[in-house]
C-alpha cells in the first residue's frame, strides 16, 4: 500500500464518526426545515419576517458582541499578566483560568443566581450596609446573561491570545524601548497590533460560542432575554413548530460557518499584519 494513502487511512474512522454524529443530523434538521409543515422556503419567509424571530435574532447578536467584547477585553488582561508577569501574579491568573474549568456551566450558572438574585448574597450585603434600600434587579434579564457568559467564555479566549503573546520576539519590544519609546507607546503601538491575530482569533471564538448558548441565558435570563439557541428549543419542544425551528438552526449553521471561514482566512499572523 502507498505511503500516500496511509493517513487517509488513520484519520478516515474518525471522519466517518464526524459525519454519522454531526452531517447526518444537519442534513435531518435542514429536511425538516423544508418539509415541515408543508414543502417550500415559508419557515425561512417567517424567520426572516416574523417579529418575534427576528427580535430574537437582533438581541442575540447584541448580547453576543457584548458579550465578545468583554471577554476579549477581560482574556487579554489575564493573558497579559499570566505571560509577563511575575511568578506569583502568573499562578494567580493561571488559576483563574484553569478553575472554571473545572466547574460545570449548570453550578456556574445557578451560582450567580445566588449572588445577583434579590435575595443573593450581592443584595442582601449592600442593603444591610445601608447602601440600597430595594434590592437590584441583576438577574432575569441581559445584565444577567451577559455576565454569566462573560465569566463562562474569558477562558476559551486566553488560548489563543496566549498563544500571539509567547510568538512575539522580545527583541522587538527592546528595540522600540531603546529607541526611545514609552511603555505605553510599545504596548499600543508595537505589542497590541502584534498580538492582534490572536485577539481576532479570540474575538471569533467567543463570538461562536456565545450564538449556542442556552443554559446560561435561560437560567440567568428568565425567559426575559430569549436568544436564539432558546428559541430553538421552545419551537422544537414547546410549540410545536419544528419547521421553523429546524430553519432557524439552519441559519444560526450558516453564520457560524461563514465566521470561522472568516478565521481561516484572516487570523493569521501574516495576514494581519501587512
Known amino acids: 500500500m502507498s505511503k500516500a494513502f496511509r493517513p487517509v487511512l488513520l484519520i478516515g474512522p474518525?471522519?466517518?464518526?464526524?459525519?454519522?454524529?454531526?452531517?447526518?443530523?444537519?442534513?435531518?434538521?435542514?429536511?425538516?426545515?423544508?418539509?415541515?409543515?408543508?414543502?417550500?422556503?415559508?419557515?425561512?419567509?417567517?424567520a426572516a419576517t416574523d417579529p418575534l424571530v427576528v427580535s430574537v435574532f437582533l438581541r442575540t447578536f447584541r448580547i453576543c458582541l457584548i458579550v465578545t467584547a468583554l471577554?476579549?477585553?477581560?482574556a487579554y488582561l489575564i493573558t497579559y499578566l499570566w505571560i509577563r508577569g511575575s511568578a506569583p501574579v502568573r499562578l494567580f491568573a493561571e488559576l483563574c483560568i484553569l478553575i472554571p474549568f473545572w466547574i460545570s456551566v449548570l453550578t456556574r450558572a445557578f451560582g450567580?443566581?445566588?449572588?445577583?438574585?434579590n435575595r443573593g448574597v450581592i443584595n442582601t450585603w449592600l442593603?444591610?450596609?445601608g447602601i440600597i434600600t430595594e434590592p437590584l434587579t441583576l438577574v432575569r434579564n441581559e445584565f444577567g446573561v451577559v455576565l454569566g457568559m462573560v465569566h463562562f467564555l474569558i477562558p476559551f479566549a486566553v488560548f489563543p491570545i496566549a498563544s500571539s503573546m509567547r510568538n512575539i520576539d522580545e527583541r522587538v519590544l527592546l528595540a522600540a524601548r531603546g529607541?526611545?519609546?514609552?511603555?505605553?507607546?510599545?504596548?499600543?503601538?508595537?505589542?497590541?497590533?502584534?498580538?492582534?491575530?490572536?485577539?481576532?482569533?479570540?474575538?471569533?471564538?467567543?463570538f461562536v460560542f456565545s450564538l449556542g448558548f442556552f443554559i446560561t441565558p435561560a437560567i440567568l435570563?428568565?425567559?426575559?432575554?430569549?436568544?436564539?439557541a432558546e428559541?430553538?428549543?421552545?419551537?422544537?419542544?414547546?410549540?410545536?413548530?419544528?419547521?421553523?425551528?429546524?430553519?432557524?438552526?439552519?441559519?444560526?449553521?450558516?453564520?457560524?460557518?461563514?465566521?470561522?471561514?472568516?478565521?481561516?482566512?484572516?487570523?493569521?499572523?501574516?495576514?494581519?499584519?501587512k
Open 221 to 228: 435570563g428568565g425567559g426575559r432575554s430569549v436568544m436564539a
Open 112 to 117: 450567580w443566581v445566588a449572588l445577583l438574585s
Open 14 to 46: 474518525l471522519m466517518l464518526f464526524l459525519a454519522a454524529a454531526y452531517v447526518v443530523p444537519f442534513l435531518g434538521v435542514m429536511q425538516w426545515s423544508f418539509t415541515l409543515p408543508e414543502p417550500g422556503v415559508q419557515n425561512y419567509v417567517n
Open 179 to 206: 529607541m526611545g519609546a514609552t511603555p505605553a507607546r510599545t504596548f499600543w503601538q508595537i505589542y497590541l497590533p502584534m498580538t492582534m491575530p490572536g485577539v481576532l482569533g479570540a474575538a471569533t471564538l467567543t
Open 71 to 74: 471577554s476579549v477585553a477581560g
Open 231 to 273: 428559541l430553538i428549543y421552545l419551537r422544537i419542544f414547546q410549540s410545536p413548530d419544528w419547521g421553523l425551528g429546524a430553519a432557524i438552526s439552519v441559519v444560526m449553521m450558516v453564520i457560524v460557518g461563514l465566521l470561522l471561514a472568516l478565521l481561516m482566512r484572516f487570523a493569521r499572523p501574516g495576514a494581519m499584519l
Open 127 to 129: 442593603m444591610q450596609a
